[in-house]
């Protein structure tokens, strides 16, 4: 099985201070047609998660272009440029080649 | 625009069977390139995924609980329906449907529904 490893657990930042959240699978999510299917999504509190990232690095409709999404092979890096309040919640990582599987989690909060 | 919504029972005792139905609107699941997964979350912890469905009847199960889920669709009625046996408190959890599609690639699960809090309890 696939094991998807989010670090950190949890992130407290300023807001307009830069994040970081890191999500290593055990296995590359990179299929034979040259596409990585790596994800990332956010859970707003009380709400349902929403895809921000698909493919690594492209952002889903309406996402802000302060999110952006890196990476290749098994290590993968979500970074929000400049935090806002909106942007609280649990970030999941999520691979999509090996059958599908989520990683643990980040939650982020406002200090 | 795309719309899931799931429904079911919200307490079942150990050892039931739950069945679960999500009906979506805005798309077609004989559309080649779409498929409805659904997702489960135990209270206060983390995502797993369970089970999707494409439009071309292709299923692909959770290898852990590959043994207690089937999942089917009903194209006349715009939905897909879990069944999950043998139930167990551990299953207390939101049960969410949500689509995904191919777009040159496969695409994350791109609309969610609200989700379904389901207790597993005596």
């Known amino acids: 099985d696939i094991v998807m490893t989010q670090t950190p657990l949890s992130l407290s930042v300023t807001p307009g201070q830069p994040a970081s959240i890191s999500c290593k699978s055990s296995q590359s999510p990179m299929h034979t047609d040259g596409k990585t299917y790596f994800y990332w999504y956010l859970q707003k509190p009380g709400q349902s998660p929403q895809l921000l990232i698909y493919?690594?690095?492209s952002r889903f409709s309406g996402v802000p272009d302060r999110f952006s999404g890196s990476g290749s092979g098994t290590d993968f890096t979500l970074k929000i440029s400049r935090v806002e309040a909106e942007d609280v919640g649990v970030y999941y990582c999520?691979?999509?080649?090996?059958?599908?599987?989520f990683g643990g989690g980040t939650k982020v909060e406002i200090k | 625009q795309i719309t899931l919504k799931e429904s079911g029972p919200t307490l079942v005792k150990p050892t039931q069977t739950l069945t679960l139905t999500c009906t979506f609107s805005?798309?077609?699941?004989?559309?080649?390139?779409?498929?409805v997964g659904w997702i489960r979350q135990p209270p206060g912890k983390a995502l797993e995924w369970l089970v999707l469905?494409?439009?071309?009847?292709?299923?692909y199960y959770n290898p852990s609980l590959n043994t207690r889920l089937t999942i089917t669709k009903d194209t006349s009625k715009n939905q897909v329906v879990l069944t999950m046996t043998n139930l167990d408190p551990v299953d207390t959890a939101t049960y969410y449907c949500a689509h995904r599609r191919y777009i040159g690639a496969w695409g994350g699960f791109d609309y969610w529904g609200q989700g379904t809090l389901v207790t597993v309890s005596s």
């Open positions: 493919e690594v690095s």
């Open positions: 805005g798309f077609s699941l004989p559309t080649p390139g779409v498929g």
């Open positions: 999520m691979q999509g080649l090996h059958l599908l599987t």
């Open positions: 469905i494409y439009w071309n009847d292709d299923k």
